[in-house]
């Protein structure tokens, strides 16, 4: 039981390229979340569904786009990577308050 | 909107000492659950405990004992005879009911606990 899985672990980006982070659960949980985190700032909500086909945004949205096709995948994309998107990012899952978290992606745009 | 306020950014103790975190959250609903998680240096969130609005009793697990008091908003953690393998960043978060914000996670700042030997 995988829990939920993100890939990649870590990930340099060049300005303006774009890229998807994966998040994928076999919990069969219907609410996933993203979320980055920064020194001094805890971890900010960015989006996240409450069901496939059914997505919203967080408290930080700009720059990002997120889709859910199915329970199981929700991936985060950047379409046009900036620096100040270097952040570590989370994908979680959860249901009845019990939230369960992925080992995060460190991402750095230079 | 919910806000959680951890004051202290860095704490730092000596090995077999008492160290409080504290924990400071506002909200406007009257169900909602509160949590504590570990970072440590290897970056994984670590789940220690969740509380719903309810249940004001405090809690111990071990060396962790948790004080809950709604009169003040104020869920404070506190770590008995300190380690070194405590060192990590501890997280306060809030949640409040589904119906007011899907049930979103509301982190504060961190705190930056270092145990030295």
Not at chain 1, 48 to 62: C, K, L, M, R
Not at chain 2, 35 to 54: A, D, T
Request: aromatic residues 12%; proline residues 4%; hydrophobic residues 30%.
């Amino acid at each position: 039981n995988a829990g939920v899985t993100q890939t990649p672990k870590f990930q340099v980006l060049k300005t303006g390229q774009s890229m998807t982070l994966q998040c994928a659960q076999d919990m069969n949980h219907e609410y996933m979340s993203w979320y980055r985190q920064d020194p001094g700032m805890g971890l900010r909500l960015i989006h996240y569904s409450v069901g496939a086909g059914i997505t919203d945004q967080g408290e930080v949205p700009n720059g990002y786009n997120v889709s859910r096709s199915t329970t199981e995948d929700f991936p985060l994309r950047l379409l046009s990577a900036a620096p100040s998107q270097t952040s570590v990012y989370f994908c979680a899952t959860h249901r009845a308050y019990g939230y369960t978290f992925g080992s995060g992606t460190r991402l750095t745009v230079v | 909107a919910q806000k959680v306020t951890q004051a202290q950014t860095e704490i730092s103790v000596v090995e077999k000492e008492d160290v409080t975190l504290d924990c400071v959250y506002e909200t406007r609903d009257t169900t909602y659950y509160l949590f504590w998680y570990k970072q440590p240096p290897s970056g994984e969130l670590v789940f220690l405990i969740r509380r719903n609005s309810f249940d004001e009793q405090n809690e111990i697990s071990g060396r962790y004992s948790w004080n809950f008091q709604k009169s003040t908003s104020s869920f404070n953690f506190t770590i008995t005879a300190s380690q070194v393998v405590d060192s990590a960043v501890y997280f306060c978060a809030l949640s409040e009911a589904w119906e007011t914000s899907g049930s979103r996670l509301t982190f504060g700042e961190g705190t930056q606990l270092t145990v030295n030997p």
